[in-house]
């Protein structure tokens, strides 16, 4: 296989899958998205305030909820719930907290096995919460495929095989006929196995979260961006557009958005994320790929895809190149970029020669909230009162529980297993300012893509990242 084997530039036959399709995302787009609730317009008092209406914090605020019945709760969120990377995302609900076990094992090897054990039985509390409160999310506990497409992911995949079932990973090794026999395509070249991985529908698991809320009395305020955060002796204060939240305390859930706390804003950076969704496949397309137990797919190299079908049978492939735009830019313009559809329609065509002459119904974009460790982190700021939540680098669908309940734990001053993690306790470093910023994203991006021509090794400006605990691997 050619040492670049994914196409670099857009084809006809990919420019022909993505050109008729709806520029929104698919998730968003259905029926069953619920009336905008409305703007906040006044001064309400709460217990706890949240602020963001994205996974995290509709975690937050049912757990909140959960915990303390008696506790008033206002959440509010700047557009529409699920409207940013919570209704844009694969629907890939990992038991992982540390963006994979690799990166896991490197930033916080000693406490592994206890963060291995931790994210497993967050998501057994997702899936009983989805029970509990009647919540449809099309839940699918398939699990999760990291394709080999060379031989040298291959031999990666078995060196984090052999490191994490040495720690407790539940994990399976499948080589290249094991892995085509769960796979049809002729790009496989061997495969790695989690269980531990639940497919779900991200905006029917969003808007189902803010009905529970709201059924247990937390008040919602879409519409409703906090413009200033303060303190004093009594809570914290926010100031909106219309209105104002006194609160005892509060739990910032922003994601990508510009930090609320000053000097939070040079330890995340937004880059963007592409997608597709595809007409439904008929029964025999379905069937040629051999993709009989639904599990989440992602290719293993520096630059990946992730894949995996709906209830529906529709085929997401989305993920790649993950563009930065100078000074943080994260204007929605950025969102349409139909070259990035075009590349990504050729490599689902690539993968799956067979399903040649499909089109998508719909293509995005959105921004992640990355941070240079690639995993989530927590900061307390107005005197303890706030504790923000955010950095989650394209893996937050399930992780976002297990932060939502941490930062509860440290805005109410409780000290629990959670809150002892030295996961939890530091902070990634931060990023550079501009235009430092800007030429180091730049320069580690093309080294990436370098990266795979030769073999996966990285060179000398990847491995200096890597000594200094800035270095960046899908």
Not at 368 to 389: L, M, N, P, Y
Request: hydrophobic residues 40%.
């Amino acid at each position: 296989m050619s040492p670049r084997p994914w196409a670099e530039q857009p084809t006809e036959r990919g420019i022909d899958l993505v050109a008729r399709a709806a520029a929104r995302p698919y998730w968003l787009d259905r029926d069953l998205r619920p009336a905008p609730r409305p703007r906040l317009a006044d001064e309400v008092t709460a217990d706890l305030l949240v602020i963001g209406g994205g996974f995290t914090g509709l975690w937050t605020a049912v757990q909140a909820a959960e915990r303390d019945p008696s506790r008033s709760v206002v959440l509010v969120e700047r557009d529409r719930i699920a409207e940013h990377a919570s209704g844009r995302n694969g629907g890939f609900c990992a038991a992982s907290l540390t963006h994979g076990i690799p990166n896991g094992i490197s930033r916080f090897g000693d406490e592994m096995p206890a963060l291995l054990r931790m994210g497993r039985e967050t998501l057994d509390a997702i899936e009983a919460t989805l029970d509990r409160l009647g919540i449809d999310a099309d839940a699918e506990r398939t699990g999760e495929l990291d394709l080999a497409i060379t031989d040298w992911q291959f031999e990666a995949l078995a060196e984090t095989f052999e490191a994490g079932t040495a720690i407790g990973a539940h994990l399976d090794l499948l080589d290249e006929d094991a892995a085509r026999e769960r796979v049809d395509s002729p790009m496989v070249r061997g495969a790695l196995y989690d269980p531990d991985v639940m497919m779900i529908d991200p905006a029917r698991l969003a808007f189902g979260l803010a009905d529970a809320a709201e059924r247990l009395g937390v008040r919602i305020f879409e519409g409703t961006e906090v413009l200033e955060l303060t303190s004093d002796g009594e809570g914290v204060r926010a100031r909106t557009g219309y209105g104002q939240v006194r609160a005892e305390r509060g739990v910032v859930a922003t994601s990508a958005s510009r930090a609320l706390v000053r000097r939070l804003r040079l330890y995340t950076v937004p880059v963007w994320d592409y997608a597709l969704m595809t007409e439904p496949l008929t029964d025999d397309q379905l069937s040629s790929l051999g993709w009989s137990g639904r599990e989440g797919l992602a290719d293993s190299g520096p630059r990946f895809h992730y894949f995996r079908l709906t209830a529906d049978n529709r085929l997401l492939w989305g993920g790649w190149d993950a563009p930065y735009h100078f000074g943080s830019d994260d204007d929605p313009r950025h969102e349409r970029r139909p070259e990035e559809w075009a590349l990504l329609g050729e490599h689902l065509l690539q993968m799956f020669p067979q399903l040649e002459g499909i089109h998508a119904t719909h293509t995005w974009g959105g921004v992640i909230d990355t941070c240079s460790r690639f995993c989530a982190f927590w900061d307390s700021s107005h005197r303890g009162r706030v504790v923000t939540s955010v950095g989650f680098t394209g893996l937050g669908v399930g992780a976002s529980h297990f932060a939502a309940a941490t930062a509860l734990d440290l805005v109410d001053g409780l000290r629990t297993e959670r809150t002892e993690l030295d996961m939890v306790r530091r902070k990634p470093l931060p990023f550079p300012p501009e235009p430092i910023r800007w030429l180091g994203i730049t320069l580690t991006r093309r080294e990436i893509a370098r990266s795979e021509l030769r073999g996966g090794r990285r060179g000398p400006w990847l491995s200096l990242l890597d000594r200094t605990g800035l270095g960046f691997d899908s």
